[in-house]
């Protein structure tokens, strides 16, 4: 299983930013499929979800700001964020959970300033 992220860059506060995963050695459609980040000096912590039929769930603290999508044809899970605060600087993760094992994709760093 690769996961592969990438989109991630400078931002002022009010700007926007879509992240992208794209996964390789899993049938993609089937598997729910998450972002998470971490910023500096925190634990890693959940920010959204997206199930094979495409429920999503948010972390509060992004809700109404932040839009997961996923296409299944490209096997690319999506992270739309906007109205970013310096509170969203990160390294965001893409994660699946697949035959019993969780994988993580490398990260991709957003820096959002003041």
């Known amino acids: 299983v690769q996961l592969q992220a990438s989109g991630g860059g400078l931002v002022q506060a009010g700007g926007s930013l879509r992240l992208s995963c794209h996964a390789a050695?899993?049938?993609?459609?089937?598997?729910?499929m998450r972002w998470y980040r971490q910023a500096p000096g925190k634990e890693r912590e959940f920010v959204a979800s997206?199930?094979?039929?495409?429920?999503?769930d948010y972390v509060d603290s992004v809700k109404g700001r932040f839009t997961i999508g996923r296409d299944n044809v490209r096997r690319t899970l999506y992270l739309q964020m906007n109205s970013l605060t310096p509170e969203d600087t990160a390294v965001y993760y893409c994660n699946v959970n697949w035959r019993g094992s969780t994988f993580w994709g490398q990260g991709t760093l957003v820096t959002v300033s003041s």
């Open positions: 050695g899993i049938n993609f459609r089937l598997y729910t």
């Open positions: 997206i199930t094979d039929d495409r429920n999503t």
